[in-house]
């Protein structure tokens, strides 16, 4: 396997007029208020996206709300629904279609301090007029109806189905519990979001995600110790289900998760997964599934940025398919500034593997400096190859945090300015093989054998965190020598080192110390 690429790519703050119309990387502000953008659809050669996050400055409450965009990432319409009674949120990616009748449906969670959690879907025209909404009632209803009963009923995924009905997935408390006992369920409506059966899975935790299949089916995953796949049919009847996420030493919560459908004999799974059980550096992994024999073929492990994470509690991954056929998994990181390590911050970022699961490409995206949090929520690919990404942007200090909307329109590289993608392999020059460290494990100093085309530079260890743990010039006159550390300050773990030549060559290897 193929170690992806980390190609830095630093994202300026500046006004972006003149740029190419391919490129572009800004905040939108629809309203004087704080916006979180979660899904996006296309809509004719524009854009629909759907804020999560609105809070006015005249009521604290969340509200649905609709922004539609040009190719060029400007605001044509919008609209807000406040409501002053409900907070309302949306889980990313998946909570925003494009019917088939040219409507646009938003499915949601909507929360009241007397009436629990309640989900509800709202169609729009492509005005963004509102033609119907409707409130969805917990499916244990006669535990529902009991004074007190603890409401906690939500959808986290629509698709429209074959019929031009819905589906969608969510999950709720059995019996209106208060043990945080979770199931989830699948909701087959027709187009007038009438109900047509419910589906109960007692033995399934969370999912986010549902995906229709040609014969009118769906897969199912559901998040726990190891990713769980189901393929029902229409009726939401099990046919089959298989296991992913299974390899040691990898442990651990294996959400998020996000599966598609390659052709008629594979499919794909990328999900989170716990690298180190100490410290939970987290990474993606990438199953590919072969249907007839429902059987997984491989599973890969990728580190990003240091490791994945969201800013928020909704945690979010995204995998699709790019029209040359590679795959594109979408997800957050937490990664260090690359000139002070001891800043560390919230990115998104976009991945590039081919079908194989070899690494392609990989790209850090930002807006502002890295004192600032962005997260992706969700990710498009354009008519034009690119890639258009919409999250939020934080201003984040202690006790204060403001929110704005966060589009980013890349090229098919990955890329949100011109030229980023001749940073490739070669410029690089990093090393694949390993560099020579003894011993490992080590305790009160390290030994590293100097390459012998090493002509001096700079040796870095990091620590799990991306600080720089230990910096020190290397002199040309080490090269072909062995060259020692003392490492008596650091504390036990696992080190990342970097040794840097002053032409460019750069090798890496981690380390453990006892």
Known sequence: MKKILFILIVFSALSLSGQSPTYFNKLIFPWISTNHLTSIVPLGNDYLVLSGWIDTPFYYNQSPALIRL???????????????????????????????????????????????????????????????????????????????????????????????????????????????????????????????????????????????????????????????????????????????????????????????????????????????????????????????????????????????????????????????????????SVMPNPTDSSVISNKGFIAKLNPNGDSLWARHLGYGDFEFVNQINDIIITDDGGFLTVGFFTDWHPGIMYEDAWIVKTDSLGCDTPGCHIIGVEELKIRNEKLEMFPNPFGEEIHISLPEEFGGGMFVMYDWQGRRAVETTVPESYGKQTFTIQTTNLKPGMYLVELSGDDGMVWRRKVVKD
């Open 70 to 332: 040009n190719s060029q990432g400007n605001i044509l319409n919008q609209r807000l629904y406040l409501d002053t009674t409900h907070y309302y949120y949306f889980y990313p990616s998946n909570s925003l279609v494009a019917a088939s009748d040219s409507t646009f449906v938003m499915a949601g969670c909507r929360w009241n301090n007397t009436k629990g959690v309640h989900p509800f879907l709202m169609r729009v025209d492509a005005n963004l007029d509102t033609i119907c909404s409707k409130e969805f009632t917990h499916p244990d209803t006669l535990a529902a109806n009991q004074p007190g009963a603890l409401i906690d009923y939500r959808f986290t995924c629509i698709r429209e189905t074959w019929d031009k009905g819905f589906l969608l997935s969510g999950y709720y408390n059995p019996g209106c519990n208060t043990n945080n006992t979770e199931r989830s369920y699948l909701l087959k409506l027709d187009s007038l979001f009438n109900v047509e059966w419910i589906k109960k899975y007692s033995n399934i935790g969370i999912s986010f995600n549902v995906e229709t299949t040609a014969d009118s089916g769906c897969y199912f995953v559901s998040i726990s110790q190891v990713n769980q796949i189901y393929k029902y049919d229409k009726l939401g009847n099990l046919e089959w289900q298989v296991n992913t996420n299974l390899s040691p030493p990898y442990v651990g919560s294996s959400g998020p998760v996000d599966l598609k459908v390659y052709d008629q004999n594979t499919l794909y799974v990328a999900s989170g997964y716990w690298v180190e059980p100490v410290y939970g550096r987290r990474g993606f992994l990438l199953s590919k599934v072969d249907i007839p024999t429902r059987t997984v073929v491989w599973e890969k492990y990728f580190i990003m940025f240091n490791h994945i994470d969201c800013f928020t509690l909704h945690q979010h991954i995204r995998l699709l398919i790019a029209s040359d056929g590679n795959l594109i998994v979408c997800a957050n």
